[in-house]
């Protein structure tokens, strides 16, 4: 066999691509993915912008109380330092109601729907 | 619609724009995130990878390529790493020769002479991992040599190395399996294409 037509066999064989599949839906899952990612960073980022200004604005406002009445400032400081695992467990409450209202839900809720639907597993 | 305008589709927030892109770029992922991995099952979520990649860099493309060789350059670089995670990277080029043509029996492979071109495609993925990226790169992709200098960082004389060596391994192995009636097989089957 001559050494050219060796070479033209291989130089075809070289030009089929490898025997791997992707979904037909492929695109669309990859679309539904990106966009959800961005969705659950936009969620996160939202929530965590929402605890800091809770937060920051309780400060502010007991600093602001600290300067026009001191007392009751004091007071209310007082009765949180008296019964701090109450406080800390309600904080803890409320926050993972925001959390689960701005993160959790929507992503489970994404996922519940992605089940729903149903993974495509036909192949092009 | 051009890359030009789909990457300014995508960036002003088109998702449809983004499906359009991965339905144009997502055999070329394939094919060498899969001659890169050669795993099915890893496949799917290697490529989902690479298009998420994409998604968050693409205000970073500066257009100074084409839109094609810097996702094969994110898909390289996606299926090095996943290799490396893996442990599955051997990077080393010492006694490639010896390996590849020890290892290979032809027989094992379940040959048939009619069907010389998926026998050259077991062979590549039996190749070392640099030969295989740059035969895909070079031959099914079409890159210029510069362009696979791009993506994969080697340079142009290794990638041409690579080319030489890769194909004179291949060589080495068909010389001892294509006798002169497969040949002629072969023959038919290129003239029908």
């Known amino acids: 066999m001559k050494n050219e037509e060796l070479d033209l066999i291989i130089e075809n064989g070289l030009k089929v691509g490898p025997d791997f599949h992707l979904p037909v839906d492929f695109a669309l899952k990859t679309s539904g993915k990106v966009g959800r990612s961005i969705q659950w960073k936009n969620d996160l980022l939202e929530y965590l912008s929402l605890t800091g200004l809770i937060l920051a604005l309780f400060i502010a406002s007991v600093g602001m109380y600290y300067y026009i009445d001191k007392s009751l400032a004091l007071r209310l400081l007082s009765i949180i330092s008296q019964n701090p695992l109450f406080f800390i467990l309600a904080f803890l409450l409320l926050n993972f109601i925001l959390f689960a209202d701005k993160v959790l839900l929507p992503l489970l809720f994404n996922k519940w729907n992605r089940v729903k639907i149903g993974d495509s597993k036909e192949y092009f | ?193």
């Open chain 2, 1 to 193: 619609m051009d890359d030009n305008e789909l990457i300014e589709q995508i960036l002003n927030g088109n998702s449809n724009a983004f499906t359009f892109l991965v339905n144009r770029y997502q055999k070329l992922v394939l094919h060498i995130s899969g001659r890169l991995i050669q795993r099915q099952e890893e496949l799917e979520d290697v490529c989902q990878e690479v298009f998420l990649k994409v998604y968050q860099n693409l205000g970073k493309y500066r257009k100074e390529c084409k839109l094609s060789t810097w996702i094969a350059t994110i898909a390289y670089n996606t299926g090095i790493n996943h290799l490396r995670k893996f442990k599955k990277l051997d990077i080393s080029d010492s006694d490639t020769q010896e390996i590849f043509l020890k290892t290979v029996d032809p027989d094992t492979i379940g040959y048939e002479q009619t069907d010389l071109h998926r026998y050259i495609r077991e062979l590549i993925m039996l190749l070392p991992v640099q030969y295989r990226t740059v035969i895909t790169l070079y031959h099914l992709e079409e890159f210029s040599y510069q362009e696979i200098e791009q993506i994969t960082g080697m340079p142009e004389g290794t990638v041409k190395n690579y080319l030489f060596r890769a194909k004179a391994l291949l060589k080495e192995k068909l010389k001892f399996v294509v006798d002169a009636n497969s040949l002629k097989v072969v023959k038919e089957i290129t003239n029908e294409k």
